[in-house]
């Protein structure tokens, strides 16, 4: 998983409420259980004119010019700015897949549906819970400045956006180690294993028939 400290992005603006995790990646595309290949289909029914297909060509697709995504204003973008509520629904975690894989590091919005929000930071993205009046500022200077970037700080918790000023926001520690370090859960746990292999030991001296080989009678 790729780690995060510091981001530099463009914004893209999704300037909807109650955006649920079929919108993000519609149901079709869940037959696969592989990390990748969901970029592409990322906000499918709102992105293509066409009803998309899991093994399709997406290049070749015709695409909704009215979808912000599509707008040559936000090429690149990698941090998006939502509305209340953002991936409720159903709890699959290819929605932070295909955000990630699209190119998306971080999301703004006043609130996340909380099982969509953990699954962010097992897959390396940042979400940020911001006032619901500052989150209507940042729409309003998105829309009126091609190219609005800001910078992302997780070491400092601190967003700067173009005009310089600063915006804290809150993370809870161990999440935002997560993500600094870049490890899943797995990660985290083995960055203990001399501490769980001493255990182990350990615990052969002190009940050694536990760690004895079964022999196994078939008769």
Not at 147 to 156: C, F
Not at 171 to 194: A, Q
């Amino acid at each position: 998983m790729k780690n995060f400290t510091v981001h530099k992005g463009i914004v893209a603006p999704l300037d909807m409420s109650n955006v649920d995790t079929d919108a993000i990646i519609p149901k079709q595309f869940l037959k696969s259980v592989e990390r990748v290949g969901f970029g592409q289909f990322l906000f499918d029914a709102w992105r293509y004119l066409d009803q998309g297909k899991l093994g399709m060509d997406c290049t070749k697709r015709p695409l909704n010019p009215k979808f912000v995504l599509n707008q040559e204003r936000y090429s690149g973008a990698t941090i998006l700015l939502a509305r209340e509520n953002f991936g409720c629904g159903s709890s699959r975690e290819h929605a932070p897949w295909a955000l990630a894989e699209y190119g998306f590091r971080a999301i703004l919005a006043p609130s996340f549906a909380d099982i969509f929000y953990n699954n962010n930071f097992k897959n390396g993205l940042l979400p940020i819970t911001l006032e619901g009046k500052i989150i209507d500022t940042l729409f309003n200077e998105v829309e009126a400045q091609t190219g609005y970037s800001m910078d992302i700080d997780l070491v400092k918790q601190v967003i700067t956006i173009p005009s310089g000023t600063d915006i804290e926001f809150n993370i809870d520690p161990s999440r935002r180690l997560v993500l600094m370090e870049g490890l899943d859960e797995i990660g985290m746990t083995l960055r203990h294993r001399k501490k769980i292999q001493a255990y182990e030991q350990r615990r052969q001296r002190e009940v050694p028939w536990l760690f004895r080989e079964r022999v196994v009678n078939d008769r």
